[in-house]
T-cell receptor, first 112, second 116 residues
Framework: EDKVVQSPLSLVVHEGDTVTLNCSYE??????LLWYKQEKKAPTFLFML????IEKKSGRLSSILDKKELFSILNITATQTGDSAIYLC????????????FGGGTRLMVKP | GAVVSQHPSRVICKSGTSVKIECRSL??????MFWYRQFPKQSLMLMAT?????????EQGVEKDKFLINHASLTLSTLTVTSAHPEDSSFYIC????????????FGQGTRLTVV
């Protein structure tokens, strides 16, 4: 059975801190890994990773994939209260590239 | 960018009634759409895969007679919660991807269903 595990489950930090969110996976047919941010409604897309060792960066957020060790990390530097959200990791597991298996999410709270 | 529109965003219904949720891909064709359910403080749980022109594929434990899915066109999938009960109250989200491999999934805005 395909499995995607995120850690920690929840995290409380203060503004300005740096956080690292983890996502490990065990799937039979890995295609790509996606990170999403979910606030009050639907998830919004952050990154898609397909190749090992290539960092993707967007402002204060960055992410990297390790296909040998089967995990990805999402880094957020200089956190702000607006970063408070649930961060979801999902793995694409079918050849057509359609089906996502989600991790349980990490709930991040950034305090002023 | 691609947009997936979901409607309604919020619905309250009485026990025993049915509720239909629509998911539309606005600027691309989606032969496959996905329906997720999310409980408070939990992640997204895949309910079913909606296939255009054929029957939906349901995940284990999801009642297909209760959650009816219809994908009649390349841009529209509907989820009907039949004979709703309070335990069906949840957040339902649809998603779709473009035909080509390598693009992210686009999500609808989600529908918060409350059954009273």
């Amino acid at each position: 059975e395909d499995k995607v595990v995120q850690s920690p489950l929840s995290l409380v930090v203060h503004e300005g801190d740096t956080v690292t969110l983890n996502c490990s996976y065990e799937v039979t047919n890995f295609r790509s890994l996606l990170w999403y941010k979910q606030e009050k409604k639907a998830p919004t897309f952050l990154f898609m990773l397909t190749s090992s060792g290539i960092e993707k960066k967007s402002g204060r957020l960055s992410s990297i994939l390790d296909k040998k060790e089967l995990f990805s990390i999402l880094n957020i530097t200089a956190t702000q209260t607006g970063d408070s959200a649930i961060y979801l990791c999902a793995v694409v597991v079918d050849n057509a590239g359609n089906m996502l298996t989600f991790g349980g999410g990490t709930r991040l709270m950034v305090k002023p | 960018g691609a947009v997936v529109s979901q409607h309604p965003s919020r619905v309250i219904c009485k026990s025993g009634t049915s509720v239909k949720i629509e998911c539309r891909s606005l600027d691309f064709q989606a032969t496959t759409m996905f329906w997720y359910r999310q409980f408070p403080k939990q992640s997204l749980m895949l309910m079913a895969t909606s296939n255009e022109g054929s029957k939906a594929t349901y995940e284990q434990g999801v009642e297909k007679d209760k959650f009816l899915i219809n994908h009649a066109s390349l841009t529209l999938s509907t989820l009907t919660v039949t004979s709703a009960h309070p335990e069906d109250s949840s957040f339902y989200i649809c998603s779709a991807r473009r035909q080509l491999l390598g693009t992210e999934a686009f999500f609808g805005q989600g529908t918060r269903l409350t059954v009273v």
